[in-house]
C-alpha cells in the first residue's frame, strides 16, 4: 500500500507532501509536451536531497531515448524512473540493459475511457518494467497524465489482474473517489496530482485527505 503524490515543484510542496503522508513524491523533468509542471533536473535533485528516508524521488519524464534518460539520472540522482513518454519496449529494453537493476522502471499505460482501450499492450513491456502505471488519456486534448479525469475503472481493473508487474492507478483520483477506485482496482499504490491543487498549488488539507482515504480503503481491502 502506497500513495505517491506528483509533480513536486518547490520546497513547499514538498513539505506538504511528506507531511500529508505520501511515500512517494514525483518530479517532472525532460519535457516534450506542454505543462506548467516541469522543473529543471538541477532543482529536482535539490529537492530530492531534502526527502527524509523512507519517501522515495520518482523522476517523471517525457523522454525516451536511453542516453537522454541517464544523463538525467546522473544529473538527479533519483533512482525510480517513470516513463511519461510513450517509450517502445526496445527503448524500456535498452533502458533496462544500460542500468541493469539499480534503477526502477515504471512504464505508463494510457487507460482510456472505453472498455479494453489501453495502450502500449503491457504484455511487450513486462521483461523490462518493474511496475505499470496506469493513467487517463483524453482523446479531446491528446494529453496524458495531469488531465484530471478518470478513465475505465474495470478496464484497470483487468490490468492488474493480467499483469505480474505492481500497478499503480492514476489519473483524475481525489479525496473523495480514491476510496472507490481502491476497491474498484486493487492497485498496488494511487498517484494523484491535479486534484490536489484546484489553486495551482498543492493543497495541504486536500492532500493529507487524499492519503488518508487511500490508506483506509487499503487497509480495509486487506
Not at 519524464?61 to 533512482?79: A, G, M, R, S, W
Not at 489501453?118 to 486534448?141: Q, R
Amino acid at each position: 500500500m502506497r500513495v505517491k503524490i506528483c509533480a513536486i515543484k518547490n520546497e513547499t510542496e514538498l513539505e506538504t507532501a511528506v507531511n500529508a503522508g505520501a511515500d512517494a513524491v514525483g518530479f517532472l523533468v525532460g519535457q516534450r509536451f506542454p505543462s506548467q509542471d516541469f522543473i529543471l533536473p538541477e532543482k529536482a535533485a535539490r529537492l530530492a536531497a531534502l526527502l527524509p528516508p523512507f519517501v522515495t524521488p520518482v523522476l517523471v519524464t517525457h523522454l525516451t531515448e536511453p542516453q537522454e534518460i541517464l544523463e538525467l539520472v546522473n544529473k538527479t540522482d533519483i533512482l525510480t524512473i517513470q516513463l511519461h513518454g510513450g517509450s517502445t519496449p526496445e527503448q524500456t529494453v535498452a533502458l533496462r540493459k544500460t542500468f541493469g537493476h539499480a534503477v526502477k522502471l515504471i512504464t505508463v499505460l494510457h487507460v482510456g475511457l472505453v472498455p479494453d482501450e489501453v495502450n502500449p499492450p503491457p504484455g511487450s513491456f513486462e521483461a523490462s518494467s518493474d511496475a505499470f502505471l496506469l493513467d487517463s488519456f483524453d482523446p479531446a486534448t491528446g494529453k496524458v497524465g495531469g488531465t484530471g479525469k478518470i478513465h475505465n475503472w474495470q478496464n484497470s481493473a483487468r490490468i492488474v489482474k493480467a499483469v505480474r508487474r505492481p500497478a499503480i492507478l492514476a489519473g483524475g483520483l481525489n479525496p473523495d473517489n480514491v476510496a472507490e477506485a481502491v476497491r474498484t482496482v486493487r492497485p498496488y499504490a494511487v498517484d494523484a496530482n491535479s486534484a490536489l491543487r484546484p489553486l495551482g498549488e498543492l493543497d495541504p488539507k486536500i492532500a493529507a485527505a487524499f492519503v488518508q482515504n487511500a490508506l483506509r480503503a487499503f487497509e480495509t481491502q486487506e
